[in-house]
């Protein structure tokens, strides 16, 4: 399970305006695993946190 915590601030204050809590759970193929660990790899980042940006990716927040 991986949880995202999204805060949107305002220019004038910069104080919240709002947050949003996206947990997402997956399951995936061991080839999909592979892929993960290969791409992972190439980018120099952990499988974690490889994950946690396909997952922001795939949500449109990044």
Known sequence: MTEIT???FS???K????VANI???AMIS???MKMLE???KQENRSISQMGRILIRQGLGLE
């Open 15 to 18: 104080q919240i305006k709002a």
């Open 30 to 32: 061991l080839y999909e």
């Open 11 to 13: 220019d004038e204050d």
């Open 6 to 8: 999204v805060m949107q």
């Open 38 to 40: 290969q791409r992972a």
């Open 23 to 25: 947990r997402h759970q």
